[in-house]
T-cell receptor
Framework: GAVVSQHPSWVICKSGTSVKIECRSL??????MFWYRQFPKQSLMLMAT?????????EQGVEKDKFLINHASLTLSTLTVTSAHPEDSSFYIC??????????????????FGPGTRLTVL | RKEVEQDPGPFNVPEGATVAFNCTYS??????FFWYRQDCRKEPKLLMS???SGNEDGRFTAQLNRASQYISLLIRDSKLSDSATYLC??????????FGRGTSLIVHP
């Protein structure tokens, strides 16, 4: 299947600092990427949809000024957690969709997930 | 009613058992359906797509019931390595996919 990378895989930071997480599609172009957050023993919660060349679409309750998303190219989206606080500690996962229907390596609408970034804010 | 609902479990079964999970969805316009598997502290990985006619992949069988708006996953001859959380995903066309909260499966010796 298609490969999505995420960097860093884990980060520990002090309260008040900003953290940038990168999501890259390695062998396909992704006009749309998704950012999720997952707290322990809970489901993935969609935070925002990142669209290449345009503004991200945020889900209800997600502060766009706190979680800055940039999708500058067809293979890279970044999520910046600004002024992070301990309650922002979570597992952040990105995903990308290989838009080509009928692709030999993916089902239509299949998402490929990055390995996730574990953020701990002290 | 939540868009996608799953029994969180855990389902505790012995090796070799057959186990089935259901996932209900509320939007009758939903078009594509998937089962993902997520291991602890890892990202979800696609297990199988769910087709209208039902599909099978080795020990795994997925079915879709549009009339009752649910999908199912059947695992035969459970292995210890099947222990994981199984996530149901429902797409409304090309729109944003919706995840269920997952069903936890524990296979014990």
């Amino acid at each position: 299947g298609a490969v999505v990378s995420q960097h860093p895989s884990w980060v520990i930071c002090k309260s008040g600092t900003s953290v940038k997480i990168e999501c890259r599609s390695l062998d396909f172009q992704a006009t749309t990427m998704f950012w999720y957050r997952q707290f322990p023993k809970q489901s993935l919660m969609l935070m925002a949809t990142s669209n290449e060349g345009s503004k991200a679409t945020y889900e209800q309750g997600v502060e766009k000024d706190k979680f800055l998303i940039n999708h500058a190219s067809l293979t890279l989206s970044t999520l910046t957690v600004t002024s992070a606080h301990p309650e922002d500690s979570s597992f952040y996962i990105c995903s990308a969709r290989d838009q080509g229907s009928g692709s030999s390596r993916s089902s239509y609408n299949e998402q490929f997930f990055g390995p996730g970034t574990r953020l701990t804010v002290l | 009613r939540k868009e996608v609902e799953q029994d969180p479990g855990p389902f505790n079964v012995p090796e070799g058992a057959t186990v089935a999970f259901n996932c209900t969805y509320s939007n009758s316009a939903s078009q594509s359906f998937f089962w993902y598997r997520q291991d602890c502290r890892k990202e979800p990985k696609l297990l199988m797509s769910v087709y209208s006619s039902g599909n099978e992949d080795g020990r795994f069988t997925a079915q879709l019931n549009r009339a009752s708006q649910y999908i199912s996953l059947l695992i035969r001859d459970s292995k210890l390595s099947d222990s994981a959380t199984y996530l149901c995903v429902v797409n409304k066309g090309p729109r944003i996919p919706t995840f269920g909260r997952g069903t936890s499966l524990i296979v014990h010796p």
